[in-house]
């Protein structure tokens, strides 16, 4: 079976402890989150930039402070950092800065849609321009596919050379105005996928049984899994976590008992094409 790459997503760009009082807030808790989940299993990390006062941020000096404590561990987990805006907040220029944080990944989220009451824009202009300065600097791109159609604008991206091969697709389900959390629209989003692409999914589910339900779909059918804090806070119904490495235990854990071999960092780099720094 191919190797399951685990990615703990492990604070988010909500308000602090809104989820639970056990998110990680400040630069040292994400970065000891970070070092805890890798030790757990996990190959990758994304993450969101924090203060010390818990506020979320896309300042490029914030995320290099924590950036910096993951490594200073010598944790060899692929570091994922969001571009995204920030609730809203962060610029197209101040997103398209995340390139100068010295990792091996940052998100792209691939169109624009309505994300509740306000427009997450993204841009074909600056989907391009993210793209193109991802490639010239050597960093593998998240893909998040937040709607159906923002396939369309993967595979444009695939065909004008301005993604790095395979590609890593991120299916996130459960956003309000996103991709609704039905099981039925993965076959035809996976149809989709440029060749070669090696793809996940993000559930943003409501409670344990939504995000098990879709996450077990991409367990299955040779797609790799997120978790964490970010995506979910419950071991399960009604219990919650108390630290993200607990949710990657859980995967795993299901990777044993199933016999899918758990992706060292190593083995998610040679998977995905991208280089250690």
Known sequence: MK????????TGGAPPRSKTPHHPITPREVADAAIECWRAGA????????????????????????????????????????????????????????????????????????????????????LREMSARMKAKNIVPEIEVFDIGHMY???????????????????VFGLPG?????????????????????????????????YLQMALLAFAQGGHVRTGMEDMVYLRPGELATTNAMLVEQWTATAKIWGRPVATPETARQMLGTTSL
């Open 3 to 10: 190797p399951l790459i685990i990615c703990a997503a492990v």
């Open 178 to 210: 996103g991709l609704p959390l039905d099981p039925r629209l993965l076959p035809f989003l996976i149809e989709q996928l440029p060749a070669k692409a090696e793809w996940a999914i993000s559930s943003q589910a409501p409670d344990t049984e939504k």
């Open 43 to 126: 190959a990758m990390v994304h993450i969101h930039a924090r203060r010390e006062d818990g506020s979320t941020t896309s300042d490029v000096a914030d995320y290099r402070r924590t950036v910096e404590l993951i490594k200073a561990s010598g944790c060899d987990a692929i570091i994922n950092i969001s571009a995204g805006d920030n609730g809203g907040r962060a610029s197209h220029s101040e997103r398209l800065a995340a390139v100068e944080v010295d990792v091996e990944m940052v998100s792209l989220d691939a169109g624009s849609f309505n994300m509740g009451n306000r427009l997450y824009d993204n841009s074909p202009h600056y």
């Open 153 to 171: 604008m993967v595979n444009k991206l695939d065909e004008e050379q301005l993604l790095t091969r395979p590609a890593f697709v991120q299916f």
